[in-house]
């Protein structure tokens, strides 16, 4: 079995660009059709992951242009602050703020996307 995850954007397009400086997203392949008819094939972690242009018409909304939160990814990385304060630089909007949690022993945050996604980051130290 394979598994690869669905994220639904308004541009995906414009989406690749912006998780590759966030995220440092390994971008495997990108059309470049009409709005709505776009996708970006992506890594992240080992895991692949397919950003869809919004089409209403398929019934593919972006949870940005809706108000709602489509997916939460949980994410492990090797300098939280950093890492956190490269995605607040981008426009992403903290949920969670950084917390300690000295008995797993790891830090964890949270925070949204500008497409709405949600991202959960920690550090096990």
């Given at each position: 079995m394979k598994l690869e995850i669905n994220m639904i954007v308004f541009d995906a397009k414009a989406a690749a660009d912006y998780y590759?400086?966030?995220?440092?997203a390994e971008i495997i392949s990108q059309t470049d059709n009409n709005l709505g008819m776009n996708?970006?094939?992506?890594?992240?972690?080992?895991?692949?992951?397919?950003?869809?242009?919004?089409?209403?018409?398929?019934?593919?909304?972006?949870?940005?242009?809706?108000?709602?939160?489509?997916?939460?990814?949980?994410?492990?990385?090797?300098?939280?602050?950093?890492?956190?304060?490269?995605?607040?630089?981008?426009?992403?909007?903290?949920?969670s703020p950084l917390q300690e949690f000295p008995d797993i022993p790891a830090k964890n945050a949270v925070f949204a996307d500008k497409f709405n996604h949600i991202w959960v980051v920690n550090q096990q130290y």
């Open positions: 590759k400086r966030i995220l440092n996708e970006t094939m992506m890594k992240l972690g080992g895991v692949e992951f397919r950003v869809l242009d919004e089409n209403k018409e398929l019934g593919m909304f972006a949870p940005e242009q809706v108000g709602a939160i489509a997916l939460g990814v949980n994410m492990f990385v090797d300098d939280i602050e950093l890492f956190l304060d490269n995605a607040i630089k981008e426009g992403c909007k903290v949920i």
